[in-house]
């Protein structure tokens, strides 16, 4: 017994090798895996520049204590991205559509403030797009508020603001597309990667000298599992890394171990459902052009644009019979949030999807071995 398991860990370290070696001579495979992903990153962060802080032009016409506070507040709205214009220039702006809004603060406005008189603040809005007005409708009355609560008890209108946060960090909306972004380049690294190193096995015909070896097939299946799981789990967490060092992605303490895990997972699922579409297809090309689209389908399905919770009741529907759900919750909640809420349940999602893809993949090398 102690022979045949020596024997049979032997063989999978040296199909284990071979594959890896085959995949680091090959750096097309890494720019077909990664390509897809860093496409979506770019979107979103194309998106995140376009949509996140509307682009207004802000007239200052009173210089006065209430003007200068009045324009201070608008600053630092976090909700604009203001030019200082004088109406002209706004206007100019405003023709060209280099901002969506022109906000004016009244010649008059510190002298009407201090004698409790209405000072309205006059905004001009193109609604070409709902989502740039409906911003514009909501901030503007919101600085307006800031503006009232910051003059204390002088203030003709009192306003008391209070805010508790229900999650203890603020993400941004580049930042919160990135580990979905993860999620799809473990998704397409690992059924790419299996799929090609057992499909290659057909086209090259070294599967007959596998076959006329006295290799155990369980070895073979293992070896190449093993093979694309630890190249597809290097790459999430190089991935992580970096976003680490910018600032996108740092988990903290022992979140970092829920977040491994749960890459983990991902990487065993997407590697075993490679090896058996590899082993079913056997041939290359429509390895790679099946794992591209469909792990691109699954990314969008598992909600990996947008907020789930918030997302059509058919699509959460359908989200909770996706693995990579639960992969992509699970890291959101490590990554962003220091939080192991429903931890369990997402980690006996994916290691019972990750068991049946494996199974899924041994079943199919054996199928087309036989055949």
């Known amino acids: 017994m102690m022979a045949q398991l020596i024997n049979f860990l032997r063989i999978v370290w040296i199909v284990f090798k071979k ?20 496409g979506f990153l770019l979107v979103s962060a194309l998106g995140t520049a376009a949509v996140g802080r509307s682009p207004v032009a802000l007239v200052t016409l009173d210089h006065g204590p ?10 630092t709205a976090d ?5 200082d214009a004088t109406p002209e220039q706004a206007h100019k702006l405003y023709k060209e559509i280099q901002v969506v809004a ?10 009407r403030v ?3 008189q209405q000072s309205p603040i006059d905004v001009q809005v193109n609604n070409l797009n709902l989502d740039f007005t409906n911003d514009i409708r909501r901030a503007v009355p919101d600085a307006i508020t800031q503006f009232y609560r910051a003059q204390g008890s002088g203030s003709p209108v009192k306003v008391t603001m209070q805010e508790q946060d229900l999650r203890s960090r603020d993400i941004e909306l580049f930042e919160y597309s990135v580990l979905p972004t993860i999620v799809l380049l473990l998704t397409i ?7 090609v190193a057992t499909s290659r096995e057909w ?6 000298e596998l076959l006329l070896s006295p290799t155990p097939r369980s070895a073979l299946v293992t070896g190449k599992v093993l093979a694309n799981f630890l190249i597809t789990f290097a790459l999430g967490v190089a991935v992580l890394l970096v976003g680490a060092l910018l600032g996108w992605t740092q988990p903290q303490g022992v979140y970092w171990l829920s977040a491994l895990l749960a890459i983990a997972l991902v990487a065993l699922m997407s590697s075993g459902l490679g090896v058996a579409l590899g082993a079913a297809l056997q041939r290359m090309q429509p390895v790679i052009a099946i794992a591209n689209t469909g792990s691109v389908y699954l990314f969008f399905l598992a909600g990996g644009i947008g907020v789930l919770a ?10 909770t019979f996706i693995p990579l759900t639960y992969g992509r919750h699970a890291l959101e909640m490590a990554v962003f949030y220091s939080s192991s809420d429903l931890l369990g349940r997402d980690l006996l999602v994916l290691s019972a999807s990750a068991l049946v893809a494996v199974a899924l993949g041994a079943l199919a090398m054996r199928r087309g071995i036989a055949s």
């Not at 209430?66 to 600053?75: D, K, L």
């Not at 909700?79 to 030019?83: A, D, G, K, L, S």
């Not at 918030?310 to 989200?319: D, S, V, Y």
């Open 19 to 38: 594959d890896v070696r085959v995949w680091l001579r090959q750096p097309v495979n890494l720019a077909v895996i990664f390509i897809p992903a860093l």
């Open 66 to 75: 209430e003007g200068i506070q009045m324009q201070h507040i608008f600053h």
């Open 79 to 83: 909700v604009f991205r203001i030019t």
């Open 102 to 111: 022109i906000i004016t603060i009244p010649a008059d406005f510190t002298q």
């Open 114 to 116: 201090e004698v409790h």
């Open 189 to 195: 690294g690992g059924v790419i990667n299996g799929g």
């Open 203 to 208: 086209e090259s015909r070294t599967i007959k």
């Open 310 to 319: 918030f997302a059509p009741g058919w699509l959460q529907t359908i989200a």
